[in-house]
């Protein structure tokens, strides 16, 4: 079965940082781009990042860029969100999921109907 699993989520401070893990299993994980995204509460699934395989295409949305970066670890069949700068409107559930092939283009990575397998999300709070 694909599995993703997303962790890492917690309680931060404002400006501060934090580390998300996406592992997967039950499928080749370097054959599939994939994707960040987050839902606060009271709104729509937002594309945050996605990373394509073997990584050379990397999207970020506006809100993020520069302070979010994502990477893939190919020998582990995981995928990081460094978040750093954080602010309370990234306050959010955040999910991985598997794209639908290996290499997004700019106008469909943040859809997530180009994704087919999603994992439970971990939740994130930036508060004082």
């Known amino acids: 079965d694909v599995q993703l699993q997303a962790c890492g989520g917690g309680l931060v401070q404002p400006g501060g940082s934090l580390r998300l893990s996406c592992a997967t299993s039950?499928?080749?994980?370097?054959?599939?781009?994939i994707g960040w995204f987050r839902q606060a509460p009271g709104k729509g699934r937002e594309g945050v990042s996605c990373i394509s395989s073997p990584g050379g295409r990397i999207y970020y949305a506006n809100s993020v860029k520069g302070r979010f970066t994502v990477s893939r670890e190919n020998a582990k069949d995981t995928v990081y969100l460094q978040m750093n700068s954080l602010k309370p409107e990234d306050t959010a559930v955040y999910y991985c999921?598997?794209?639908?092939?290996?290499?997004?283009?700019?106008?469909?990575?943040?859809?997530?109907?180009?994704?087919?397998?999603w994992g439970q999300g971990t939740e994130l709070t930036v508060s004082s």
């Open positions: 039950g499928f080749s994980f370097d054959a599939y781009a």
């Open positions: 999921a598997r794209f639908l092939g290996s290499y997004p283009i700019a106008g469909l990575w943040a859809s997530p109907s180009q994704y087919d397998s």
